[in-house]
C-alpha cells in the first residue's frame, strides 16, 4: 500500500453538537484512531481535511472551538492538512494535485458524515481516477429529516450512502479488514 494515503474527512469537535441530531456509529472516532495508529507506524501518508463552515450559525466556523480536530485525529508535524468551505475535499484546495505530485493513486477514507464530506469526496476522487477505499465502520452520520417530513435514522441514511457509493465510486471495507491486510 505504498501509494496509499489515509484520508481523514471533518473528524472536528463542532460535529459533537447536539444540533447535529442523532448519529449512528459511536465507535468512528476509535476506528479512525487505530487506522491512523497502523498508517504512522508504517510512516504511510496521511492527509487531514478540516471543514471551515461559512455558514452563520455553524458550529465548523474557522473562528469557533468547534473547527478544532477531534483528539482522536490530531494531526502530527508533517502530515498535510487541507481546509475546505464546501462538501467536497477537492473544491478549491489543491488536493488533486498534491496527491499527482506524492504519487498517491489510493486513498483510503474516514470522517464525518457518511452522506455528505465523505460521500461527495469519494465521488469526486473516483471521478478523477483516484482508487477510493471508503471505511463503513469509520465513518458515521445524522438522522435527516426528508422532504416528505419522515425522520431518516442515521443508520439507514449512513447504509443507504454506503450502498449507492460501494461499486461505482470506491470499495466499501472494514476498518479489520483493512488492518489486517496491512499487518
Known amino acids: 500500500m505504498s501509494q496509499t494515503a489515509l484520508m481523514i474527512i471533518d473528524v472536528q469537535k463542532g460535529l459533537d453538537d447536539p444540533s447535529w441530531g ?19 507506524q508504517r510512516r504511510q501518508p ?11 450559525n455553524s458550529p465548523l466556523r474557522p473562528e469557533l472551538p468547534g473547527n478544532a480536530f477531534k483528539a482522536e485525529a490530531q494531526p502530527l508535524p508533517g502530515e498535510k492538512q487541507f481546509s475546505k468551505s464546501v462538501n467536497s475535499a477537492f473544491i478549491g484546495t489543491g ?11 489510493n486513498l483510503v477514507m474516514v470522517g464525518l458524515t457518511t452522506d455528505h464530506c465523505v460521500s461527495t469526496s469519494a465521488r469526486m476522487a473516483a471521478n478523477l481516477g483516484f ?6 465502520d469509520a465513518t458515521a452520520t445524522f438522522e435527516r429529516e426528508g422532504p416528505d417530513g419522515v425522520l431518516y435514522s442515521a443508520e439507514d441514511i449512513h447504509n ?18 483493512v488492518l489486517s491486510e496491512l499487518a
Open 46 to 56: 496521511v492527509i487531514h481535511i478540516r471543514h471551515c463552515s461559512v455558514a452563520p
Open 95 to 105: 488536493l488533486a494535485q498534491y496527491l499527482e505530485a506524492q504519487g498517491i493513486s
Open 22 to 40: 442523532r448519529r449512528n456509529n459511536p465507535g468512528a472516532e476509535s476506528n479512525i484512531a487505530r487506522l491512523l495508529a497502523a498508517w504512522r
Open 160 to 177: 443507504i450512502s454506503l450502498a449507492s457509493l460501494s461499486g461505482e465510486f470506491c470499495k466499501v471495507r472494514s476498518t479489520e479488514a
Open 131 to 136: 482508487v477510493v477505499t471508503l471505511i463503513a
